[in-house]
C-alpha cells in the first residue's frame, strides 16, 4: 500500500468506527457486552481482520503500520470492536504465521481474516504473570499428540474465542527451556471456562480463566516445540505494538475531546481556554500523545511485514501506556465534574487506559526489557 491507500484505509475506518460500531460502545461497556458474530463478521468482509496477513490467506499482506493504523481509529471511539482488529492482525495468529506451518496456516488463518472465529492467547498463570517462566501447565507426549492439563488466568476473550494459543511446557526441562505452544480448540473434551472478569475496565472485552483438564491435543496443533519460547516472545512484540497502539488512540481521544471542551465551556464568564493553568495543561497533554506516537511510529515503520526492534517497542509500549494514563487523568481534571460522568466518556478512556498498561507487560516490566535490550544482556529478578 502507498501512503495515499494507507490513509485512504485510516479515513474509511474512521467512518465505520463512528458510524457503525460507535454507537454501540457504551452499551457495551455498561452491560460488558462483546461484539456479535456478524459485527465481527462484518470487520471481516471490510478487509480489516486481514490488513497484516498474506494475500494467500485472505488477507491485505500490507505492513503492521497499516494494521495500527486502523486499531487506532476503532479504538477511539469503540474499543470492543477495535480489540477484534488489534487480537486477529497483532494477536496470537501471528504466531501462527510466522512460526506455523504452512498447513497450519492454511487451516488457521482464513477463518481469522474472514472473523468466522477468534483467536486468544493463554499465557498468565495464578502464579506467573510477568514471570511467565514460571508457568506449570503442562503438556505431555503421547502417541498421537499431548495431554494438556492445568489453567491459565487473565485470558483476554477468555470464554469468547474459539481457539486458544497455549504457552505451557512440552518438557521438563526448567525455566524457558522447556516452554512452547499448541493451539486448542474451544470445544475440545476437558476444555472448561472460569466464571467471566469483572473489570474495572475493558468491558466490552470478556476475560475469563480458562481451565485443561486432561484435554487429548493432536500433534499437528503442535505450533512451537519446547525450547523456542524466545522465539514466541518474539513474535509478541508484534501484540506489544498493537497494545500500544490501543493506548495511544485513548490518549488521543481524551486530548481531543479535550481541546473542543476547553474551547466551549466557560467559567468566570470566558471560555476554558483563556487561563493560562489550562494552556499548560493542554500542552502537556499534546507533548505526551506527540512523543508516544513517534516511537510507535519508528517501531512500527521499523518491522514493515516483518519483526519489530524489540528495544523501540518496549519504549514505545512503556511510553504509550503511561501517556494514556496521565493524558486521560488530566482530561477529567479539564472537564471537571462532567468528566467524572458516563455522559462525557473520560471515565471509561481512563479505565481502559489503566487495563492496557497492564496487558502485555506493565511499565515497570517495559523498564527492565529496555535496560535488558539497551545493554544486550538478561537480568535475573530471582537472585
Not at 519504549?315 to 460522568?341: P, S
Not at 492496557?356 to 530471582?382: C, H, N, Y
Amino acid at each position: 500500500m502507498t501512503a495515499d491507500e494507507r490513509a485512504q484505509i485510516r479515513r474509511l475506518a474512521r467512518d465505520v468506527a463512528v458510524e457503525v460500531y460507535g454507537p454501540l460502545a457504551e452499551e457495551m461497556d455498561r452491560e460488558r457486552l462483546p461484539i456479535s458474530l456478524d459485527q465481527r463478521r462484518r470487520l471481516g468482509d471490510l478487509g480489516f481482520l486481514g490488513i497484516a496477513h498474506p494475500e494467500r490467506y485472505g488477507g491485505a499482506g500490507a505492513p503492521l503500520a497499516h494494521a495500527l493504523a486502523v486499531i487506532e481509529e476503532f479504538a477511539k471511539v469503540c474499543r470492543p470492536a477495535a480489540f477484534q482488529i488489534f487480537e486477529a492482525n497483532t494477536g496470537p495468529a501471528q504466531v501462527i504465521n510466522h512460526l506455523g506451518t504452512e498447513e497450519q496456516r492454511e487451516r488457521w488463518l482464513p477463518g481469522i481474516v474472514s472473523g468466522e472465529r477468534t483467536m486468544a492467547v493463554a499465557i498468565s498463570e495464578p502464579d506467573a504473570g510477568s514471570a511467565a517462566t514460571d508457568m506449570r501447565t503442562a503438556a505431555k507426549p503421547v502417541d498421537d499428540g499431548f495431554i494438556l492439563n492445568g489453567g491459565k488466568r487473565w485470558i483476554s476473550n477468555g470464554g469468547e474465542a474459539d481457539q486458544y494459543l497455549v504457552y505451557c511446557r512440552l518438557s521438563d526441562a526448567p525455566g524457558s527451556k522447556g516452554i512452547g505452544a499448541l493451539l486448542v480448540e474451544s470445544d475440545m473434551a476437558g476444555v472448561g471456562f472460569g466464571a467471566p472478569e469483572r473489570l474495572m475496565g475493558f468491558r466490552g472485552i470478556p476475560s475469563a480463566d480458562v481451565l485443561f483438564d486432561n484435554v487429548v491435543v493432536p500433534k499437528e496443533n503442535l505450533v512451537v516445540p519446547a525450547g523456542d519460547f524466545g522465539k514466541l516472545f518474539g513474535i509478541f512484540s508484534i501484540e506489544r505494538l498493537g497494545n500500544s497502539t490501543m493506548s495511544l488512540a485513548i490518549a488521543q481521544e481524551a486530548l481531543d475531546r479535550s481541546v473542543r471542551y476547553v474551547q466551549e465551556r466557560e467559567q468566570f464568564g470566558k471560555p476554558l481556554v483563556e487561563f493560562q493553568s489550562v494552556q499548560v495543561t493542554l500542552a502537556d497533554m499534546v507533548l505526551q500523545v506527540e512523543a508516544a506516537r513517534l516511537l510507535l511510529d519508528r517501531a512500527a515503520e521499523g518491522a514493515g511485514t516483518g519483526l519489530p526492534n524489540p528495544l523501540h517497542v518496549s519504549l514505545a509500549k512503556c511510553t504509550a501506556n503511561e501517556t494514556a494514563k496521565r493524558v486521560t487523568d488530566l482530561a477529567m481534571q479539564l472537564h471537571g465534574g462532567n468528566g467524572y460522568t458516563e455522559e462525557y466518556g473520560i471515565e471509561r478512556l481512563h479505565r481502559d487506559a489503566h487495563g492496557w498498561a497492564i496487558a502485555g507487560g506493565t511499565p515497570a516490566m517495559q523498564r527492565i526489557r529496555i535496560v535488558s535490550e539497551l545493554l544486550g544482556r538478561k537480568f535475573d529478578q530471582r537472585k
